[in-house]
């Protein structure tokens, strides 16, 4: 079994920054994609920004040039720096990965979802 804790949500003010981070646990051989998600209240998931094991990012066009991702692949850990933060990011943030990893004695590839975070931006 494999789990996904995300941790550094919060409260910031507009502007302000914060740094999310997911850590990937269990008998894990490989981590092949990792991302964040974020669901705000009446809305639909969304993935915000996503990485592969060789280091290829992607952002959607609303957090471009203002979050980062990166990860430690010795850590098995993800992260999310988020700078000059808008109310618009308020949500709830979620970590999946797409892991390879043993299942007992099977070796299995399948996603895996963190419990989330949330992300409060407001003043």
């Known amino acids: 079994q494999v789990q996904l804790v995300e941790s550094g949500g919060g409260l910031v003010q507009p502007g302000g920054s914060l740094r999310l981070s997911c850590a990937a646990s269990?008998?894990?051989?490989?981590?092949?994609?990792m991302g964040w998600y974020r669901q705000a209240p009446g809305k639909q998931r969304e993935l915000v920004a996503s990485?592969?094991?060789?280091?290829?990012?992607n952002y959607s066009d609303s957090v471009k040039g203002r979050f980062t991702i990166s990860r430690d692949n010795a850590k098995n850990t993800v992260y999310l720096q988020m700078n000059s933060l808008n109310p618009q990011d308020t949500s709830v943030y979620s970590c999946?990965?797409?892991?390879?990893?043993?299942?007992?004695?099977?070796?299995?590839?399948?996603?895996?979802w963190g419990q989330g975070t949330q992300v409060t931006v407001s003043s």
């Open positions: 999946h990965a797409v892991l390879h990893y043993f299942h007992g004695t099977s070796p299995v590839v399948e996603g895996s």
């Open positions: 269990g008998s894990i051989l490989s981590i092949y994609h």
């Open positions: 990485i592969i094991s060789g280091g290829s990012t």
